[in-house]
C-alpha cells in the first residue's frame, strides 16, 4: 500500500491566510514545517518515491490512494505520499520547490507552471514525452515550458460552470439563461421565491476568482483576459472596470458572509436546496453530493454578456504530476510519471472520482455518467480554454494581491476604483521583479 503521511495545521489553531502569507507561525508550528514532511521520506534508495500531494479532500484522496497502490503492484516500488492540506501546499508552493522538495508532486499546468520552469524548480522531461501518445497537441502546449521543453504530465482536467439542481429548476419553472440578462432575471426571480440565486464562498482565497475569469472573459474575450493575467493590460482600463461593474450588479444575489464561508460550505448549499446556482468547478459541488443524488446535478456553460465573444471560452483547469528540480530519486520520479501517463492509469482514478474527465485519448469513457460526458461536451466544442486566475498569472500575484482584493471587493464591491489603481500599482511591482 502506498504510505501517507498527513501535515496540516494543529486542529483548533487554523493558521490564517495573511500568517501564511507573511511566512509567520500559529500554534507554534512554523510555516515551512507545514511542507516539510513532503521531502522527509527516503528517496535515494532507488526503490522509495516520494511524492508531495495536495488531494486533501477525501474523494481526490481515496482515488489517488488506489492509483498508486496500482502502481506499486506493477513497479515493486513504493510510493510514499506526503499529503498537504490543499491551500497550505498552493499557498507555499515556492518555498518548498527550493527547500527539500518530494521526487515527484501535483501541480498545474500553464502558465503557473512555466513560471517554476523558467527559475529551474523543475526536472525536464522532454524525452519522456517522446514516447508518450494520446495527449492532445494543446495538452502539450499546457505542460511545455517557455523554453519549449515538457515539465508536466498531465491527468485530469474538469470544467467550471454555473451548477445546479434538475429538480429545482422543473419544480419552479426555470430555465437555463443564454445570455446575462437572462441570467440576473433568473437570479431575481429565484430572490422573489425564498431561494439563494447564488451559492458563494471565499474563504480559502481562490473560488471567486473563477466568477471574475468567467465575466471579464464573456465581456472582453479570451485574449484580453490572458493579456491581463500576464500583467500586460491595466488593471485601471475602462474594460476591466466593466467587469466588476456587473459582478457589483450581482452582488445583492450572492450568499452573504462569502469570506467566512468555505467552498464545500456554499456547495452543500446547492446541494441542500437552499442555493439555486453556484459557479464552480465539476469537482467542488460533485464532491457534496452522494452518488445517489449525483443524477439530479446539472450545469449549464457561463451565460454570454457579448454577443462577439458569446460562449466561446471554458474554464478548464488542467491538474497533473511533475518531478522537482530536487528530486532525489530521479530514476524512481521519471519511472513512476512514465506510469501516470498511461490511460490505465487515469482510469483507476477516474473509477474512485467521477467528478473528473481524463485526459488521454485512450482513457476508457465507457463508464462515464452524464455529467462527465456533458463536461466532454463543454470542453470539445470549446474555442478557447482558459486554466484559471491563480494559474493564468504569476503565483505571487495571485496569492499576495489578488486573493485579497477580490475578497475586499466582496466584503465592499462599491470602491471599485480604488481598488483597481491598488491592484494596478502592486501589479507593476510585482510583474517587474
Known amino acids: ?46 526503490r522509495t518515491i516520494t511524492l508531495g500531494s495536495n488531494a486533501s479532500d477525501a474523494i481526490p484522496r481515496k482515488a489517488f490512494a488506489r492509483a498508486f497502490d496500482a502502481y506499486e503492484k506493477k513497479s515493486g516500488k513504493t510510493v510514499r505520499v506526503n499529503t498537504v492540506d490543499h491551500n497550505s501546499f498552493q499557498e507555499n508552493i515556492n518555498r518548498y520547490l527550493q527547500g527539500s522538495p518530494d521526487d515527484v508532486f501535483m501541480w498545474f499546468a500553464g502558465y503557473r507552471m512555466q513560471f517554476f520552469a523558467k527559475k529551474g524548480l523543475l526536472s525536464d522531461i522532454s524525452d519522456l514525452w517522446e514516447g508518450f501518445d494520446g495527449f492532445s497537441g494543446a495538452l502539450k502546449k499546457q505542460s511545455t515550458g517557455e523554453d519549449g521543453k515538457q515539465y508536466l504530465v498531465p491527468y485530469y482536467y474538469y470544467p467550471w460552470a454555473v451548477f445546479h439542481r434538475k429538480s429545482v429548476f422543473q419544480d419552479r419553472g426555470y430555465e437555463v439563461p443564454r445570455t446575462f440578462d437572462a441570467y440576473r432575471a433568473l437570479a431575481r426571480k429565484m430572490d422573489k421565491d425564498g431561494l439563494v440565486p447564488f451559492a458563494f464562498g471565499d474563504k480559502d482565497g481562490w473560488p471567486a476568482m473563477g466568477t471574475f475569469d468567467y465575466l ?94 458569446g460562449q466561446d471560452a471554458v ?60 463536461a466532454v461536451e463543454l470542453v470539445a466544442g470549446a474555442r478557447q ?49
Open 315 to 374: 474554464e478548464a483547469p488542467v491538474d497533473g504530476f511533475l518531478m522537482a528540480g530536487k528530486a532525489r530519486n530521479t530514476g524512481g520520479a521519471r519511472d513512476l510519471l512514465r506510469s501516470l501517463a498511461t490511460p490505465e492509469a487515469e482510469e483507476v482514478y477516474v473509477e474512485s472520482d467521477p467528478t473528473i474527465v481524463a485526459v488521454h485519448d485512450g482513457a476508457d469513457t465507457g463508464a462515464y455518467n452524464v455529467l462527465q460526458k456533458k
Open 216 to 309: 471579464d472573459l464573456r465581456a472582453n474575450g479570451y485574449d484580453f483576459h490572458t493579456a491581463l493575467m500576464r500583467g500586460e493590460e491595466s488593471w485601471t482600463s475602462p474594460r476591466v472596470k466593466q467587469v466588476f461593474d456587473l459582478w457589483r450588479g450581482l452582488m445583492p444575489y450572492h450568499q452573504k458572509g462569502a469570506n467566512g464561508r468555505t467552498w464545500q460550505e456554499a456547495a452543500q448549499s446547492l446541494q441542500r436546496r437552499k442555493a439555486g446556482m453556484a459557479v464552480l468547478g465539476l469537482p467542488h459541488p460533485g464532491q457534496q453530493f452522494s452518488e445517489a443524488e449525483r443524477e439530479d446535478l446539472d450545469f449549464f456553460p457561463f451565460p454570454e454578456i457579448d454577443p462577439e465573444y
Open 385 to 433: 480554454i482558459s486554466q484559471f486566475m491563480d494559474r493564468d498569472t504569476r503565483p505571487d500575484f495571485a496569492s499576495t494581491v489578488m486573493i485579497r482584493a477580490i475578497q475586499e471587493f466582496i466584503h465592499n464591491p462599491d470602491d471599485i476604483d480604488g481598488l483597481l489603481k491598488d491592484i494596478e500599482r502592486q501589479k507593476k511591482d510585482i510583474f517587474a521583479a
Open 1 to 46: 500500500m502506498a504510505q501517507y503521511s498527513f501535515s496540516r495545521p494543529v486542529a483548533g489553531h487554523r493558521i490564517s491566510r495573511r500568517t501564511l502569507l507573511r511566512g509567520g507561525t500559529a500554534a507554534g508550528v512554523s510555516l515551512p514545517a507545514l511542507l516539510s514532511a513532503c521531502g522527509s521520506g527516503p528517496g535515494g534508495d532507488g
